[in-house]
């Protein structure tokens, strides 16, 4: 679980990693929401291959950090 600093940040946020919940391999689910300032992601991985399930919980922190930083260079403008 993530919070944010306020409703905006978490829907950035949220928006940026929903992508994920559309495709994922096969027996692997990507779920993420947004409740309130908060953003909850959970991954349920049904299968042999554990790279799989790292690798995809790599790809969902570096699309986070890569959101967090675009909002943080927005907000000092």
């Keep these: 679980m993530l919070v944010y600093d306020d409703e905006a940040e978490a829907e950035a946020i949220f928006k940026a990693v929903s992508p994920d919940n559309a495709e994922t391999p096969s027996g692997l689910i990507v779920e993420t929401q947004k409740m309130e300032r ?6 349920k991985y ?5 790279a799989t399930l790292l690798s995809t919980i790599d790809d969902l922190l570096k699309c986070v950090l ?3 930083k675009t909002i943080s260079v927005v907000k000092n403008i």
């Design 66 to 68: 890569t959101a967090e």
């Design 46 to 50: 049904c299968g042999d291959n554990i």
């Design 38 to 43: 908060k953003v909850v992601t959970t991954i």
